[in-house]
Structures are given as structure tokens and as C-alpha cells.
């Protein structure tokens, strides 16, 4: 608050007829007091560079979450260097805003936005060469067809899924449940099409059936007509009477048949 100096004056008054010379003491009026708010200065928001490194970081869990998901990890490169910009010190994101119909491949460009807030700071456009990196099954040795995954010279490697251009068998896959359906070369990842559910049961084969009917159950022997996995249904004929039905195969001795 600002304290203003009080100047006294004498104030000397004529006499008039008859009467007395007066003198009195006045002061000059204080200046009005400014309200605190006019005197408080106004704060500037703090601010900082963005890096590329911080927009790559952005940019990558960004398109992470939105467009590669459980694909793998993604890792970005940006083609074009990025020009550092001013931005608030808090409250920064990014949008993406464009990205090519086949989304992130090997080589693309990605449109975003970034924001402070809810106030968008500007559109920008960046080139950048993507890896989406996962681990996979791959032929250590040549592999044959009909083979067990589970007894198959194979092993789980790191490698860029972008570069393949079918889908693949991921290293997460249960490999006792698979077999191979066409030969492998040594040192090539195990694509979808390389493999089949494993065959437990060939044609020819006898094992139990099992007949359910509500709560009854009874068991007899069949023999398998075709070539089955787990899960699938196969033909199968009564041993004495000849009877031909379906069953679903349960294990590699068991087939269930419902009446």
C-alpha cells in the first residue's frame, strides 16, 4: 500500500467590520488508495522445449496404444528431422489426426496434433520408418512336413513382423497342439500356413467311443475313418456292427458321441 505525504496550510481570513482576523490550519485531501489487484503483476506461464526424442516418445505410444496394440512393440524412425518448438511446460499430448489406409507399415507418414490442454498448438506432418518387433517360431535346421511342432527344430527369435508379409506363428503358440503341413528351410519364420492342428488319431486306427445320451453314457469300439486333431469331428464305424457315425476327437484314444 502507498502511503501519501498530508500537506498543512494557515488560512488567514480578513476581519470584517467590527469583528476579529481568523486563522485556521487545512490540509490538502489524501490521494485514494489503489486496489491490491492493479498492483499485483500479472504470472507468465512457464514453458520448454519439445525435443525429437520426447515427440518420438509421444508419437510411438500413441500410435502403441491406438493402431499397434498387441501386434508388438513398435519402434519408430523419424525420416526428417524435427524442429524444436516452445511449448507449455504442462499438460502437453498428441493426436493423431492421419495415417495411411494399411496404418503403420515399414515406411509411412502420420499426420498429428498436439495440444496443451484443450488448446491445440498445431498440425503437423512427419515420414517415419516403423519396426513392430515380436517374438516368433523359426526353423533352426530344415524342417519336414508332418512333423510335430513340439519335436521340430524351432526356435523363438526376436525379429520385425512388418517384414512379413503372412500371418506368422508367434512364439506364444502351443506348440503341442500344431504340427507341420509343408517342408521349412532353415533360418525362415514358421508362418500361418506352415502348420496344422497335430493329427492324434488316423484312419485305420481303433479307440473307444464313447455314446452319451442325457445322463447315460457307453462305451465301444470304433474304428477311425479319417485322420483327426483335437476338437474335430472325424467318421468313425461300430467294429460289430458296422454302424457308421461322427464323433468329436477327445485325445489320441478317445472319440464322444452324442445320440
Known sequence: MRIFPV???LVFTLPTRGGFATLSLASEPSAPALPTEAMEQPSVPKSRVLGESELKAMLTAALQREHV???????????RSWSPITVPDSGL????VELPTLGVTANFIVGFELFAGEKSLGRWQMPLKARVWRDVWVART??????????????????????????YIAGDADETTLE??????????????SVRPRTVVHRGQVVEAILRDGSMAVALKAEVLENGAIGQQVRVRNVQSKREFRGKVESE???SVSL
Open 93 to 96: 499430448t498428441v493426436k493423431i
Open 7 to 9: 500537506l498543512a496550510f
Open 253 to 255: 484314444a478317445t472319440i
Open 142 to 167: 530344415p524342417l519336414r512336413h508332418g512333423e510335430p511342432l513340439a519335436n521340430a527344430d524351432c526356435v523363438r527369435e526376436r525379429r520385425d513382423v512388418l517384414t512379413l508379409r503372412e500371418p
Open 180 to 193: 507341420l503341413a509343408e517342408d521349412v528351410p532353415a533360418g525362415m519364420p514358421l508362418l500361418a500356413r
Open 69 to 79: 496394440r498387441e501386434l508388438g512393440e513398435l519402434e519408430l524412425t523419424f525420416v
